[in-house]
């Protein structure tokens, strides 16, 4: 049967990195944050941005007029422009909303500056809460939905940013855009019911609401010219959301029948009056739709929406024919949205090719996911070396693969054979070239026998710990980090530039952890640490000195707001080419009679936070940087150091979308984290730090971890984790944090009393450590010691009722 809608165009992307080429939308939202700018001339960069994208996004070969560039721009986040679109403002900022109907935004509508007061919270009024998007890096802000949040079409800024960029101001090229918004099913399974709301409220109760405010949406982009909009649903693709597939599969058809079958599009509104809505596309990013718990694919192919997007990087080639697929297009997403290699072109084809069996009314090519995830531009990247560069796709090279792939696909092979020869050719090249396979790497990886990742008994490992370290009960410590000042980020960024000398650098670093020692001394801290001052980032850090990574310069990713950060490129094996922390630990050790605590970034986390290859296994690479780790344990032991701590923040993040996953995830990672400390000898401890707070899915592999002190994100949830893990048999030292860093308030005395008092009674009190909830580099010196002064206090009188 023959496609009824528009065409969708044969090359599309799912979204484009928003912050700009040189973050100029991050300078610019703070320039406004900062007072600098008016609300109005932030929207008129914004708007400049959108255009410059747009037409570049044409420029690079996507359809300028059939829809083919996304509408992916958000001031800050997509979820929390849902909760603009829908006015639904939780209770405690209702002051922000308009009271009635100015211009463009109806009643309900927040002002740009209010948006922001719901990202970044005001006085007393704590922001809404932010957490990992899917498998990914990137932050979003959770709604609050209650029985009472208004909800409504409140705001047409979709609308207003599809009519510039089709009627520009400037009368220059037009570019008709697609709108992408997070869809209505997965909005509110992202949501959590606000704290007014009644025992059993679920947020997807609204749906109905949510649904008639799209619906009003769609018209009024139909009624604007809008040919398709993109209405992104991944919650399709994960269990972990704590609906049932059943109910989800539920609001789907609900949710789509309003939308797609109720109301008529272009094509179905012929002689009928005017479009009701566009045709509409669904994506489905970050997995597989179809898995043990249901067909999330046959579900979407069952609903009357004209294109669904599949995530073919992650997800499975599904097999067919699927009935309801005929009349729609099947966008494929064969290009890698969240990683940065440059795609096997023939081999993508092939994969385009076997979609025929599916009886899909038309394929698309897409990438997998949103290019939100990867940075701008290779180009931009001058000190790459050349032969690693030519093995690169960040966003702009994605949208001329995706190109490549739909000529391919509708003209055949040899309208694109130079294009196919190069990829080869570049496939080749990276499969052989010095660095990726190291023999002896591999040969160590091969080598290991379980036996590696085995550490003598706990009973043992704890008494001859206390016989070196001679701890007082309830020992204190910190993370790791102390506040990186203006000054020691002024030093960094001077020797990184050539304005110091490394031999300065080292004296003004030294001189830095010589005072972080001293106060560790002062304030009476029994566990020290150096401070971590020549840090840029946990991860870069040591990505930057191990062989197999590299590092960028304009790199850039959204992490969260405004917030960028970039990833290193790990590209070949992994090792260790000298030592990478002992110089500072040693000499942090050689000004003190206390122990200090050397510091160290697990594998799990060094890969969380960096693009991993597409060549090797994870859990292979994982053993890598473990083995590498493990090295630079035995020598902190050589250089006398009794404590070590393997930071782990990330555990949880890279667990998998499907709970099927989670064994075989759990299994790899906590074997290269044991791997990467099982070095380690008998006398020497071994901590790690977990940096969040809900450890439902993970809390058998905490115990799993085998470390001799964990420390904890425990304080925002009152020490709620001890229990949990004394109830699961956990028996080694616990640090549940007392003091949530992310703010400057300074806790009480009385308050971490409590918080200790509460933590030793869950658990034996002699595995009790007190320690804050994570690194203190993001505060400043004056809140950092008030704090640490009554966290000792608070220890003091605790152990005198012991
Ligand atoms: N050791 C690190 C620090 O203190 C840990 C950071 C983290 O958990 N994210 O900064
Ligand atoms: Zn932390």
Wanted: aromatic share 6%; charged share 25%.
């Amino acid at each position: 049967m023959a496609v009824t809608h528009s065409h969708l165009s044969p090359a599309t992307v799912l979204g484009y990195p928003r912050i700009g080429r040189r973050r100029e939308l991050k300078r610019a939202v703070e320039a406004f944050w900062a007072g600098r700018t008016t609300a109005a001339e932030l929207e008129a960069t914004a708007g400049d941005l959108r255009l410059a994208t747009a037409r570049h996004l044409a420029g690079l070969g996507l359809d300028a007029g059939a829809a083919a560039v996304p509408g992916s721009f958000s001031f800050y986040d997509q979820v929390l422009d849902s909760v603009a679109l829908l006015g639904a403002v939780p209770e405690r900022f209702r002051d922000l909303v308009s009271g009635a109907s100015t211009g463009t935004t109806g009643t309900g509508a927040l002002s740009l500056e209010g948006y922001f007061t719901l990202a970044r919270g005001e006085g007393d009024k704590p922001p809404l809460e932010m957490t990992k998007w899917f498998d990914t890096n990137y932050h979003y802000l959770v709604p609050e939905i209650g029985p009472d949040t208004p909800i409504g079409f409140v705001d047409d800024r979709a609308v207003r940013e599809f009519t510039e960029l089709a009627r520009p101001a400037d009368g220059g090229q037009a570019v008709v855009t697609r709108p992408a918004l997070v869809g209505p099913v997965t909005f509110l399974l992202l949501s959590k019911a606000a704290d007014n709301a009644p025992d059993g409220f679920r947020p997807l109760d609204r749906l109905d609401d949510v649904v008639a405010a799209y619906a009003e949406l769609l018209r009024a982009l139909a009624d604007a010219g809008a040919p398709w909009v993109q209405l992104d649903e991944p919650a399709l693709v994960t269990d972990l959301l704590d609906t049932p597939f059943d109910e989800v599969s539920d609001a789907v058809r609900r949710a789509y029948a309003r939308l797609a079958t109720d109301l008529s599009p272009a094509s179905r509104a012929e002689g009928a009056g005017p479009a009701e809505r566009p045709a509409i596309l669904v994506t489905a990013p970050y997995g597989d739709l179809r898995s043990e718990v249901g067909d999330g694919l046959a579900l979407l192919a069952g609903t009357d929406v004209e294109a669904i997007a599949i995530d073919l990087v992650k997800g499975a080639v599904p097999d067919g024919p699927l009935p309801g697929l005929e009349t729609k297009t099947l966008v494929a997403g064969v290009i890698d949205g969240h990683n940065i290699w440059r795609a096997d072109l023939d081999a993508r084809l092939t994969t385009l090719e076997s979609l025929s069996g599916l009886g899909a009314g038309a394929v698309a090519v897409g990438t997998s996911t949103s290019l939100l995830h990867v940075p701008h531009d290779v180009a931009d990247e001058p000190r790459l070396d050349p032969g690693l560069k030519s093995w690169l796709a960040f966003a702009d090279q994605k949208v001329a693969e995706v190109v490549t792939l739909a000529t391919g696909l509708t003209q055949g092979r040899t309208a694109v054979a130079d294009t196919l020869a190069e990829s080869a050719a570049v496939v080749r090249s990276r499969s052989q070239a010095p660095g990726v396979v190291v023999p002896e790497v591999r040969d160590r990886t091969a080598a290991l026998t379980p036996a590696d990742v085995e550490r003598a008994p706990y009973a043992e490992r704890a008494a001859a710990q206390q016989a070196r370290l001679s701890l007082p009960p309830l020992p204190t410590t910190t993370i790791g980090s102390f506040p990186q000042t203006a000054e020691i980020r002024r030093t960094r960024a001077a020797w990184v530039r050539g304005e110091l000398s490394d031999a300065e650098y080292t004296a003004a670093m030294r001189a830095e952890i010589a005072s972080t020692v001293a106060l560790q001394e002062e304030l009476g801290l029994d566990v020290l640490v150096h401070g971590e001052p020549e840090r840029n980032d946990m991860v870069q850090y040591f990505a930057e000195q191990l062989d197999g990574f590299a590092t960028t310069v304009h790199g850039w990713v959204q992490s969260y707001g405004s917030r960028c950060v970039r990833p290193p490129i790990l590209w070949g094996d992994v090792s260790r080419p000298a030592p990478l922390t002992v110089d500072w630990t040693a000499y942090a050790a050689s000004l003190t009679s206390k122990p200090v605590k050397g510091m160290l970034t697990g594998p799990v986390t060094i890969l969380a936070w960096s693009f991993v290859r597409d060549d090797l296994p994870l859990g292979d690479t994982a053993d890598q940087v473990a083995l590498a780790l493990r090295d630079e344990v035995t020598d902190l032991e050589e250089a006398g150091i009794g404590v070590v701590q393997v930071d782990e923040p990330a555990l949880r993040e890279l667990l998998p979308l499907r709970r099927s996953a989670h064994a075989d995830y759990l299994d790899w990672s906590v074997r290269s984290f044991r791997l990467s400390t099982a070095g380690a000898g008998t006398a020497t401890q071994v901590h790690t730090h977990l940096c969040y707070s809900e450890f439902g899915q993970v809390i058998g592999a905490i115990d799993g971890l085998d470390a001799d002190v964990t420390s904890v994100e425990a304080a925002r949830s009152r020490m709620e984790i001890v229990p949990e893990l004394a109830d699961a048999g956990y028996g080694r030292g616990i640090g549940p944090g007392v003091y949530d860093i992310h703010s400057p308030r300074v806790p009480s005395v009385e308050e971490v009393t409590e918080l200790v008092t509460l933590a030793a009674k869950s658990i034996d009190p002699r595995l009790v450590w007190v320690n804050p909830d994570c690194g203190l580099k993001t505060r400043a010196y004056a809140e950092t010691k008030e704090s640490l002064r009554n966290l000792v206090r608070a220890t003091e009188e605790v152990r005198a009722t012991l």
